[in-house]
């Protein structure tokens, strides 16, 4: 059974840079897509994605809110998935969260709406960004 750790959360001012990880073990990442998420204070765990990142066709996604600014990449040595973000915003502030799904090789343009169905989740990285 894979498990999945999110690592790299913190608190920084606006434009300041963090970069999160998803470490998984039990099995390689290479197989599968994996989704960042997150959780703004008061929503719901699955309520806005973030960045996913295919394994078969190798395509990558960003939602809005992240182009520019968040760059997905897999770290095939470490078992990992990185997040690097630049140029924070206060609404960025959340707990973000990696997830996965047996079975689920390709992100497809719309992965951000099967949060729901995805069964693997990290325990979530909290960030926070304010002056």
């Known amino acids: 059974q894979m498990k999945l750790v999110e690592s790299g959360g913190g608190l920084v001012q606006p434009g300041e840079s963090l970069r999160l990880s998803c470490a998984a073990s039990?099995?390689?990442?290479?197989?599968?897509?994996i989704g960042w998420f997150r959780q703004a204070p008061g929503a719901e765990r699955e309520g806005e994605g973030v960045s996913c990142i295919s394994s078969r066709d190798g395509r990558i996604w960003y939602t809005d809110s992240a182009k520019g600014r968040f760059t997905i990449s897999r770290d095939h040595a470490n078992n990992t998935v990185h997040l690097q973000m630049t140029n924070l915003r206060p609404e960025d502030t959340a707990i973000y969260y990696c997830?996965?799904?047996?079975?689920?090789?390709?992100?497809?343009?719309?992965?951000?709406?099967?949060?729901?169905?995805?069964?693997?989740w990290g325990q979530g990285a909290l960030v926070g960004v304010a002056s």
């Open positions: 997830a996965t799904e047996p079975e689920w090789p390709d992100c497809g343009a719309s992965w951000y709406k099967v949060a729901r169905h995805l069964t693997i």
């Open positions: 039990g099995s390689t990442l290479d197989n599968f897509a």
